[in-house]
């Protein structure tokens, strides 16, 4: 009956922390949005397959 009891409470911590895992983080990280192209060096802010179009 104790071993029961322990993997029950071993399985609850388990769920517990994969649901804290999962959901740690979402609402809290801003969309990266971006009006401006940018560089660094030469490099362009768009793919060449693009640019030769």
Known sequence: MEL???L???L???IVTVC???TD?????PEI???DPWSA???PS???ASLRM
């Open 4 to 6: 029961l009891g322990i």
């Open 8 to 10: 029950l409470f071993g």
């Open 12 to 14: 609850w911590v388990l």
């Open 20 to 22: 804290v895992v999962v």
């Open 25 to 29: 983080g979402r609402g809290h990280t």
């Open 33 to 35: 949005r971006s009006t």
């Open 41 to 43: 060096g030469n490099l």
């Open 46 to 48: 768009e793919p060449y």
